[in-house]
């Protein structure tokens, strides 16, 4: 069974600093691996999407990373903004099973000004 | 192009009615999949739609079915509700493809009473 682990669980920054979001998954035959961004009530926004023979994926200050290998990627947030606070997920689907994503818990983030 | 949308945004229903919940996808995407959202059990995978044949299924009871029609709409039904039905109903939307970028509409909020 896909689990997905999320670290950390929330992350406090002040605003402008570059961080990362960690993502693992414990089953490596995936097809691809999404970011999603979640404001509060609201639903998902793709943020980046890595295919499995991919390494990384960029849009504007975020980069994102896949070791399919050791079932790991991050997130990279470069300059942070306070538009930037909201829960980050990761989500994976697998060989066997399709489009259907397993999630993982999500990393709150909140950018203060 | 018009986004996933989802009907109603939101519900509040009693212990064991039913409920209809309703997701029209992004013009020329043929599978729907439909998640719950809890802050238990966070975001779980229900089932899958697509060219209107459930193509994919989640771990959730039989009180949960969906169907999709002809022109990709796809409803979501619920019947007897618990509470612990109570969640944030999202469905996403993609082209077919199972390496495809998934786009995730506002969610349906279920309150059950």
């Known amino acids: 069974k896909q689990e997905v682990t999320q670290i950390p669980a929330a992350l406090s920054v002040p605003e402008g600093e570059n961080l990362v979001l960690n993502c693992s998954f414990t089953?490596?035959?995936?097809?691809?691996l999404q970011w999603f961004r979640q404001d509060p009530g609201k639903g998902l926004t793709s943020l980046l999407l890595?295919?499995?023979?991919?390494r990384e994926q960029t849009s504007g200050r975020l980069n994102a990373s896949l070791d399919k290998s050791s079932g790991r990627s991050t997130l990279y947030i470069a300059a942070s903004q306070p538009g930037d606070s909201a829960t980050y997920l990761c989500?994976?689907?697998?060989?066997?099973?399709?489009?259907?994503?397993?999630f993982g818990e999500g990393t709150q983030l909140t950018v203060n000004p | 192009k018009a986004g996933v949308t989802q009907t109603p945004r939101y519900l509040i229903k009693t212990r064991g009615q039913q409920v209809t919940l309703s997701c029209s996808p992004i013009?020329?995407?043929?599978?729907v999949s439909w998640y719950q959202q809890t802050p238990g059990q966070g975001l779980q995978f229900l089932f899958e739609?697509?060219?209107?044949?459930?193509?994919n299924k989640g771990n959730f009871p039989g009180r949960f079915s969906g169907r999709q029609f002809s022109n990709s709409r796809s409803e979501m039904n619920v019947s007897t509700l618990e509470l612990g039905d109570s969640a944030l109903y999202l469905c996403?939307?993609?082209?077919?493809?199972?390496?495809?970028?998934?786009?995730f509409g506002p969610g349906t909020r279920l309150t059950v009473l």
């Open positions: 989500a994976v689907s697998r060989e066997t099973s399709g489009s259907r994503l397993t």
């Open positions: 089953d490596s035959a995936i097809y691809n």
């Open positions: 890595i295919q499995s023979s991919q």
């Open positions: 013009s020329g995407h043929r599978s």
């Open positions: 739609y697509f060219s209107e044949t459930q193509r």
């Open positions: 996403a939307s993609l082209r077919g493809g199972s390496t495809d970028t998934q786009y």
